[in-house]
């Protein structure tokens, strides 16, 4: 159990201060009796399924996200796609110009290009070879305006997650917040940080719809916190940030889980057959350990593999500018015909 530990001290002055803007069906939030006349939001009246705002909180989803994961109502805000909710975690806690963040890279670029925008310092320690953190060289980094450590774990591009102790570690020994971006958990084989949520006051995870959900293009990211954080967030999200149709969809989706666990199960023995086939092409050096729904390779020449492919029809990543990722390629798991053709054209271009 972390104590000692005070959001009031990260939380930008101009924040602390805002009363949040309060929008009409915020301020009558009995929405659903039906016999309410509505004359308060200068919305069109005749019914077509979207005349109507959203609900800014999300009742429905958050309900049913509750029950899936476990997690308090109370403890959840949600975003357009987990982009928007890391850039409201910059804008609640991080001061332009003055305070700065830690990410280890090779990780999700998202992190350093809403810490460029945000006009806050994006200070980086290399994981190490196996792509694990350095926890001693993180706290090193560390100074009284460090306001937020990202772990992406499992990570990506290297699809690995971190060890549990490092982690622990560093919610422990660092007093800003630490966002675990869990966007690959469901394809993980470690346990997600949730159930650990109410011991560490400084602990945020993001996950998101949008890769074991299938649900990438309704753009639907989750936030899980304690209410003191996800009140402060809450204070600074646009009022209708998810809109209805994405809630609908998102609503739909989460009443067939077992549907999502049965895609999860193919795409994993998909993933596991995909590794066993790449152990035969020549020119793969070295196939990283995933917990994902990726698979990080070393080539012998990524750029050149990386345009064989192309011409072949076959988009990947090429992550090979990345830090510790010289001539790697990144491959997403996609359908058994899918991957049987990209398997296919590795055989053909040896
Ligand atoms: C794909 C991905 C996300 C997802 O972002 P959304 O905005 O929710 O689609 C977040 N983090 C990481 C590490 C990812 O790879």
Redesign the pocket.
């Known amino acids: 159990m972390k104590t000692n530990f005070n959001i009031n001290n990260l939380v930008r002055e101009n924040i602390k201060s805002l009363k949040p803007y309060s929008s009409a069906r915020d301020e009558y939030k009995d929405a659903t009796s039906d016999d309410m006349i509505f004359l308060d939001a200068n919305e069109n009246p005749f019914e077509n399924g979207v005349n109507r705002y959203p609900d800014p909180q999300q009742n429905a989803v958050k309900d049913l996200l509750s029950k899936i994961k476990k997690v308090d109502k109370k403890n959840i805000l949600l975003g357009n796609?987990?982009?928007?909710?890391?850039d409201l975690i910059f804008r609640a806690f991080c001061e332009p110009n003055k305070d700065n963040v830690i990410t280890l890279p090779p990780?999700?670029g998202?992190y350093d290009v809403l810490a460029k925008i945000n006009a806050i310092e994006n200070r980086t320690v290399l994981l190490t070879e196996n792509f694990q953190p350095k926890v001693e060289e993180i706290l090193d980094k560390v100074d009284v305006n460090s306001m937020v450590l990202f772990l992406?774990s499992p990570?990506?591009p290297s699809g690995n997650s971190f060890s549990r102790k490092s982690v622990e570690k560093l919610l422990n020994r660092f007093n800003g917040l630490v966002v675990i971006?869990e966007?690959?958990i469901d394809f993980s084989e470690e346990k997600s940080w949730l159930e650990r949520l109410e011991e560490f006051p400084n602990l945020i995870i993001?996950q998101?719809?949008?890769?074991a959900y299938g649900l990438?293009g309704i753009?639907?990211?989750v936030c899980y916190a304690s209410q003191e954080i996800i009140n402060i967030l809450n204070k600074i999200k646009p009022p209708y940030n998810v809109n209805e149709l994405t809630q609908q969809r998102a609503v739909d989706r989460l009443q067939k889980v077992e549907e999502v666990q049965e895609e999860i199960i193919k795409i994993k023995g998909e993933r596991n057959q995909l590794l066993e086939k790449l152990k035969q092409i020549n020119f793969i050096n070295t196939i990283y350990p995933t917990d994902c729904n990726f698979v990080l390779v070393k080539v012998d020449d990524a750029t050149k593999r990386y345009n064989q492919l192309i011409e072949q029809g076959i988009v990947i990543r090429n992550r090979t500018t990345q830090p510790l990722c010289e001539n790697c390629l990144r491959f997403t798991i996609g359908t058994q015909i899918e991957n049987k053709r990209l398997i296919s054209v590795l055989t053909a271009i040896q």
């Open positions: 796609g987990s982009d928007e909710v890391l990780t999700y998202m992406c990570n990506n971006d966007a690959y993001t998101t719809l949008s890769k990438a753009r639907l990211g």
